[in-house]
């Protein structure tokens, strides 16, 4: 019998064997695992795994597990304190590559306490400097260091920037390749590791990790207490997480809850009390939830993200809180990522969309058992319009807007890894059917958890266990979808009449200004519908009475606000700048403070000298994710 995918069949024969010489490389003289309790996952080895964002050389020697023991300083606004790594090499290994940036390194002994000899090498903006570990035989490491208050990774809140605005507050944001800043590993999403942490805290703040706390904190009689969690999967350490401050807890159901300070905790739990009906539909549509404890913690509105997948412990953004549940398919999203992306997880971050295509996908599911059809079919056509407005904007054959890149080019924006890859795997499964997409996906999550994967991986999956010939692989243009710019034509198009109402409202505004009733009651996409679609050129009258009629500046739903703000600074319109200083004073979410300063930017002498005076005070408040994106902003149109 003829071998339907030749190439494809050698690489995945390839990929294997290189994970299992490694795997074998811990097992003791008898067979078993060297240690039986951490689970050693395999890295791939193929050229389209090997990440250039890492110093790491995996094949020669790799962490698999890390044992952390750390101090929060927040007036030295530093962590510090030692890490223990255990070592899986080669026999004749001489070395391990650590990443790092900005640790102060004090000292490296193995684990007889005697000293080893290690070197800081050049660092590289972004990168970091590879530290480099004589081994001397030693399989475990253990190494004296302290972050850098500018440790890109954390945020040091003052009191004023919290809610209750008494006691400091520390998050971390490890994604991309931010984590090695204030841990010593191999930070790359292809070197899954399993951890441990005791980290001590000033009383009365409270530590959340990415892990599962482990019993009550212990009271060490200084001020401060000691807390214990520890994440037994292997993980990318990408995810590996910290938050400290005045916080409590509610529960959300018997394995979920939100962590929230006490003056945010009520509004944030009745804004996520679906969890628990979301991780039950997740699980009926792919599995298991295999981490245990699902819970979330609402940070202060300066965490650049909407949210961050951290395992057991989902970082949000306050600024999805609406009143209503209409931005918690953030929620949907994040727990998505336990199985597309934390199960399974791009090995180089040029394949992101298999972490957030998949998830937008997935979450869209999730979306339409709990909220229904029509929520999720609206969301997906915001999805799809974003595509479609990205693709006019920077070209069909722009290399960047294939799903597969080679991770030198900046994503753009959202719509390629989230959009177009969400719009991928519903295009499959219109095509083939729910049953049978379900069931692949399915296995997929399960065949690889806990695994790195490559876009290539992905297609030779597809034609392995979801394609019944190679005639339906070309007809469903999977190899077009994943390595092509632009976007295929067979592409599941959302449902037209998904907004029939709004866009004859929008068409209606457009032909005479008349502003349609019921804005109301229309849902939050509806809305957002509405402002993405209405023309762009606005008279500071027309702007006026767009405000009036529809409460536009009094809105609780800041993804709504943030339509309005943008509109208004493109059109200089003088009435919303307070509101946006406000704005920009007190969020530090990148997706909304970013368009803002770029359309102030964009409005020359109106608004560029507006984007400094705001800025000038705002800067210092923000995450360094959000401000490295204003300063190049900034920069970019200085001349
Ligand atoms: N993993 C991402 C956040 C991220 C992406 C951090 C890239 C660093 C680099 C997270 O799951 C995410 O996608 N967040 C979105 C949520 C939205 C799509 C529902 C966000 O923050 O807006
Ligand atoms: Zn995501």
Redo the contacts with the bound molecule.
Sequence with gaps: MRIQFPEISMFRATAIAAAALLVSACTTMDGSMANSQTMVSPILTTPDAVDDRTYAQPQVARVTHVALDLDLDFDAKMIGGHAVLDILAEDDAEEIMLDSNGLRIDRVTDAGGNQLPFTMGEAEPGKGAPLTIQLNGARKLRIEYRSAPEAAALQWLSPEQTAGGTYPFLFS?G??ILNRTWIPTQDSPGIRQTWEARITAPKPLDVVMSGVRQGEPEDLGNGRRAFSFVMDKPVPPYLIAIAAGDIDFLATGPRSGVWAEPSMLDRAWREVNDTEAMIEAAEELYGEYRWGRYDMIVLPPAFP?????NPVMTFL?PTFIAGDKSNN??VA??LA?SWS?NLVTNAVWGD?WL??GV??YF?NRIVEKVYGSQRAEQEAALAYANIIETLDDVGYDAPGTALHNDGSGELIG?AIA?DKGHFFLRTIERSVGRERFDAWLQQWFDNHAFQPATSRLMLADMQQNLVRSPAEADQLKLREWIFEPGLPNNVAKPDPQAFATVDAAVAAYAANGTIAAGWDSWTAAEQMRFLDNIPKQRSAVQLAALNEALGLSETGNNEVLFLWLELALANRYDPAVPQAEAFLSEIG?A?FVRPLFGVLVGEGEWGRPIAERIYAKTRDGYHA?TRGGIDRLMAADAN
């Design positions: 944001q994604q991309a993200y909407g949210g961050m997948e953004t398919g953030l999203h994040e990522h992306g992101g972490n957030e998830t937008s979450e959202s989230y979410r997706k994710v």
